[in-house]
């Protein structure tokens, strides 16, 4: 079983829907979570990060982690084409001297004007 | 805002030749790390780097590679007798001292080996 899985899409919405992207991890040890956004050519900018189970908001992106199921999402409400990118979702565990991330495979997003 | 560089963007090299790829990590950040992402492959951790030291690395961090410090900016990941398969974005990333604080990345360095 992968560590950490993601549906590499692509997935397509029109402009203003929410979009929904998701990760699933079977490592219980990690404690941190992450996502990302890519686009081409482009290193990974950091999204959202958060360490508890539960929702966190910022602007148009919600990132939700349910720690019993191993399964942490990203919400992107009235999604724009400028959001169009690969999404990447990073997790790792708690180490004193720096933390490994440990990546999902992407999912690529299009939004359609 | 402030953020990660790297240079060069792109490196062509024939195979068996020694390469390396340089960094300037956030100013304030004490935390370093290369990341390799092969073509159409996930973003692999390669090697961190605290204190003028390793302190992690995976198994793909062999004997051919090897990361310093050289001065108080630059962080450099040095590849050693190049092979093909070593073709692929190789991005930095820093993070504030502070164990366990997000990273941010580079746009990385994109390695061609002929």
């Known amino acids: 079983q992968k560590e950490v899985e993601q549906d590499p899409g692509p997935l397509s919405v029109p402009e203003g829907a929410i979009v929904s992207l998701n990760c699933t991890y079977s490592?219980?040890?990690?404690?941190?979570f992450m996502w990302y956004r890519q686009y081409s050519r482009k290193g990974p900018e950091l999204l959202m990060y958060?360490?508890?189970?539960g929702n966190k908001e910022d602007g148009r992106f919600t990132a939700q982690v349910d720690k019993s199921s191993k399964y942490i999402s990203l919400f992107i409400r009235d999604s724009q084409p400028s959001d169009s990118a690969t999404y990447l979702c990073?997790?790792?565990?708690?180490?004193?001297?720096?933390?490994?991330?440990?990546f999902g495979g992407g999912t690529r997003l299009m939004v359609k004007p | 805002e402030p953020e990660v560089t790297q240079t060069p963007s792109h490196q062509v090299t024939q195979m068996g030749q020694e390469v390396i790829l340089r960094c300037v990590p956030i100013?304030?950040?004490?935390?370093f790390y290369w990341y390799r992402q092969i073509l159409g492959q996930k973003v692999e951790f390669l090697v961190s780097?605290?204190?003028?030291?390793?302190?992690?690395k995976s198994e793909i961090f062999d004997d051919q590679f090897s990361v310093e410090r050289p001065d108080g900016s630059n962080f450099t990941l040095k590849i050693r007798s190049t092979k093909l398969e070593d073709s692929a974005m190789y991005f930095c990333?820093?993070?504030?001292?502070?164990?366990?604080?997000?990273?941010?990345f580079g746009d990385g360095t994109r390695l061609s080996i002929l």
């Open positions: 100013s304030n950040h004490l935390y």
């Open positions: 490592n219980s040890a990690f404690q941190y």
């Open positions: 990073a997790m790792s565990v708690p180490n004193n001297a720096g933390n490994m991330l440990t």
């Open positions: 780097f605290y204190n003028n030291e390793i302190s992690e």
């Open positions: 958060t360490y508890s189970s």
């Open positions: 990333a820093s993070s504030v001292p502070r164990a366990n604080q997000p990273q941010h």
